[in-house]
């Protein structure tokens, strides 16, 4: 059963038109992180919420928002998209304790072209 | 310097070869280590935890030396499906998990 889910898994959208995606989890973990991952690339973290607290990272554009309104979802908001967003978004979800972060879960992701 | 750093190959070797792959990392309060292994255009799947100084599951052995702040992960007798890229993984806390990235790893028949 699918424990990280990722919708859509497909998304086209037209340059500068807003678009959200969606990311919902069965595992109850306690944290949700967003990556944008690039062909040949690590994945690159964009954000991550620990339970309501939202974490951004310094560097990503404003143009990225999210959301997580309960436990289980978490949204990907990008205001403005532009050619150089097309990527594949990953959301991943992890527990947290002492010693240290646990292993990620990620979803199969979403594949944003823009045209 | 990277914060975890990885070859990035490609390494191509025969089926049935054992190949081993380091990453190093520059944070020493990094406590969990993991191998991540992602096959094109599909999301990263965990491969091993590295908690202590290492961990065996089958062929895959992953090892961790906190002194010289290295990680590697070793694949006996591959297969042709273990032909994936590797993401060796780096954390300290939840907002410090840092990916290598990752090594290409074609195995042919």
């Known amino acids: 059963d699918a424990m990280v889910i990722q919708n859509p898994r497909y998304q086209v959208t037209q340059f500068g038109k807003p678009v959200t995606l969606s990311c919902s989890q069965t595992?109850?973990?306690?944290?949700m992180y967003w990556y944008q991952q690039k062909s040949s690339q690590a994945p690159k973290l964009l954000f991550h919420?620990?339970?309501?607290?939202?974490?951004n990272e310094a560097d990503t554009p404003d143009n990225f928002q999210s959301r997580r309104p309960n436990t289980s979802f978490c949204f990907l908001d990008i205001r403005s998209p532009g050619l150089g967003d097309a990527a594949m978004y990953l959301c991943?979800?992890?527990?947290?304790?002492?010693?240290?972060?646990?292993?990620?879960?990620f979803g199969p992701g979403t594949r944003l072209t823009v045209t | 310097r990277k914060e975890v750093e990885q070859d990035p190959g490609p390494f191509n070797v025969p089926e049935g070869a054992t190949v081993a792959f380091n990453c190093t990392y520059s944070?020493?309060?990094?406590?969990?280590f993991f191998w991540y292994r992602q096959d094109c255009r599909k999301e990263p799947k965990l491969l091993m935890s590295?908690?202590?100084s290492g961990n065996e599951d089958g062929r895959f052995t992953a090892q961790l030396n906190r002194a010289s702040q290295y990680i590697s992960l070793l694949i006996r007798d591959s297969k042709l499906s273990d032909s994936a890229t590797y993401l060796c993984?780096?954390?300290?806390?939840?907002?410090?998990?840092?990916f290598g990235s990752g090594t290409r790893l074609s195995i042919r028949p």
């Open positions: 590295v908690y202590s």
């Open positions: 991943a979800t992890s527990r947290v304790g002492a010693g240290g972060p646990y292993e990620q879960y």
């Open positions: 944070n020493s309060a990094s406590q969990s």
């Open positions: 993984v780096g954390g300290s806390s939840a907002s410090k998990i840092i």
């Open positions: 595992l109850n973990h306690n944290v």
């Open positions: 919420y620990y339970d309501k607290d939202f974490n």
